[in-house]
């Protein structure tokens, strides 16, 4: 079976199960609506009641949720190419600690919360970007410039420190938003409103485009650097520009879905296995995997407990954790 047949096989097989899950996520919850009303709303009809809570609460949801997951995926298949490391993802750059600290410092500052609410996501986004700016600005060194070994060690080191701090910071806070800021942290997809659907989606879609006219670049990371440059690219401008729209892709998410793990470790590992190292199939199976983990996962977590949340994040680390440990072994 050739590359580019596997690789319309498992976007088929991928597609009709995110749509069997959809619908089941649509139907989950303290109020229940059978698929036959969906469909029903879908054409037009049905009752208002359900109108509202399947198009203005629970659809955005689904929407917000399927570009988290393919945003982390992308993200982390370019972070993992870019430095030459298949265990590498967002959170080896900061970006997860950073967007936490800001979220913290907003819980701890702000008093009127819900009244500036939009207010999170852009702190959550600025203190990505600026843990990201930083493991850049430390990892560089005039004469090697920023190697990937020195840019994933100086983000660990980074991660760990942001870790701390936030440990202390939450002997500041009360408990409803210890509470909180415990969820968004374990990963919890809160900014489920259309808003934030179009808050989010031009950063999306002008990321996406950039990496996907990069698919050729980001092969050539897989050759040595004397070819790379005896083809005329650059490696090292390359590295920075594509990590730094990694870096803006996964912040956007974390801002509006909290600290979601392993979706950009995974997906790209199975991708490559399924369709091989070229960016032009790896990246989409990698963003269309990321989307149906995390949907898979939300409802899921809807199944278990209908009345109470359980963070996505922690129902993808229970599947994510157990593959990174097989990497590892894999990989001795």
Sequence with gaps: ????????NWLIVLVILMIVFAVINLNTGQMKIAPDKIMNLVFGHGSYYDSIVIFNFRLPEIVITLLVGFALAIAGSVI????????????FLGI????????????????????????????????????????????????TGITSNR???????????YSSIMV???????????????????????????????????????????????????DTFNLSDDVAQSLGINLKRERIILIAAAVIMAGV??????????????????????VGFKHSKQLILSGVLGSFMLLCADTVGKLISSTS?????????????????????KTR
């Design 1 to 8: 079976m050739t590359k580019k047949i596997k690789l319309t």
């Design 80 to 91: 993992q190419t870019t430095t030459q490391n298949p265990m590498a993802d967002t959170s």
């Design 96 to 143: 997860n600690a950073g967007a936490g600290i800001a979220v913290m410092l907003f819980v701890a500052l702000v008093k009127n919360q819900d009244g500036n609410l939009y207010l999170l996501p852009l702190m959550a986004l600025a203190g990505a970007l600026l843990s990201a700016g930083l493991v850049f600005m430390l990892a560089y060194k005039r004469d």
């Design 151 to 161: 840019l994933l060690l100086t983000g660990v080191a980074l991660a760990g420190l």
């Design 168 to 218: 202390l910071l939450t002997l500041k806070l009360s408990p409803e938003n210890y509470q909180f800021v415990m969820n968004w942290l374990a990963g919890s997809i809160w900014g489920t409103s259309w808003d934030f659907v179009l808050l989010s989606l031009p950063w999306f879609i002008i990321c996406v485009i950039f990496i996907f006219s990069k698919q050729r670049v980001l």
């Design 253 to 274: 998410s974390v801002s509006i879905s909290g600290g979601i793990g392993f979706i950009g470790l995974i997906t790209p590992n199975l991708a490559r296995r399924v």
């Design 309 to 329: 949340e359980i963070p996505v994040g922690i129902l993808v680390a229970v599947i994510g954790a157990p593959y990174f440990i097989y990497i590892l072994v």
